[in-house]
């Protein structure tokens, strides 16, 4: 597609349940981030995959997070047993590697409410 | 680790210039871009630099110096539609992901 595209684009779930969000990155670009948003905070790095590569795990904030992609197209990420701490945007981006100066294309976001 | 420092908030005036700026620590610098939030929606890339100086793109702006871990972001000739969080993120050598300031709200006023 001509962007990145999210889904759901608002999900609200109870404590405890567990939720996927999805990613649909633009055709072509190699690699793929998650960020998580917090109300009124900045960005915060989750995961990043690029080709075949192993993923960059790093940001993951706990065990109850995981995320996949398949080749290079669409990403899921997981978040397992829902807390209200895990409330907030999450962005999906992607980008062209192989082009050092071109910047994350984001996605408009997952708003996750967890109530 | 990194760590990036931008003020939280800023105001100014329509038709006026402003200056965001960025400070950084990084290990291995490898480029630094700007990105514009609007409320409630996804970030937009603005701009990168990756070498000291200048770079110049319309009404916007932005500066780097390497070796003062120095970036800003000017603003020229401000409309209201500039209201909007504006975010610097640093890439460090050898790593892909950009690491994220925490943006600064800018506020432009009649």
């Known amino acids: 597609g001509a962007g990145v595209s999210q889904s759901p684009s608002n999900k609200v779930t109870e404590k405890g349940k567990d939720v996927e969000l999805r990613c649909d990155p633009i055709s072509g670009h190699t690699a793929l981030y998650w960020y998580r948003q917090r109300l009124g905070q900045g960005l915060e790095f989750l995961i990043y995959f690029q080709g075949n590569s192993a993923p960059d795990k790093s940001g993951l904030p706990s065990d109850r997070f995981s995320a996949e992609r398949t080749g290079e197209s669409v990403s899921t990420l997981t978040i397992q047993r829902t807390q209200q701490e895990d409330s907030a945007v999450y962005l999906c981006?992607?980008?062209?590697?192989?082009?050092?100066?071109?910047?994350?294309?984001f996605g408009s976001g997952t708003r996750l409410t967890v109530v | 680790g990194q760590n990036i420092d931008q003020p939280t908030e800023m105001t100014a005036t329509e038709g006026a210039i402003v200056q965001i700026n960025c400070t950084y620590q990084?290990?291995?610098?490898?480029?630094l871009f700007w990105y514009q939030q609007h409320a409630g929606e996804a970030p937009t890339f603005l701009s990168y630099?990756?070498?000291?100086g200048l770079e110049e793109k319309g009404r916007f702006s932005s500066f780097l110096s390497r070796s003062k871990g120095y970036s800003y972001l000017l603003l020229k000739e401000l409309q209201m539609k500039d209201s909007a969080s504006y975010l610097c993120?640093?890439?460090?050598?050898?790593?892909?992901?950009?690491?994220f300031g925490t943006g600064t709200r800018l506020l432009v006023s009649p």
């Open positions: 981006a992607s980008s062209l590697e192989s082009v050092r100066g071109y910047g994350y294309t």
């Open positions: 630099n990756v070498l000291d």
């Open positions: 990084t290990s291995g610098f490898n480029g």
């Open positions: 993120a640093v890439r460090s050598m050898g790593f892909q992901k950009l690491v």
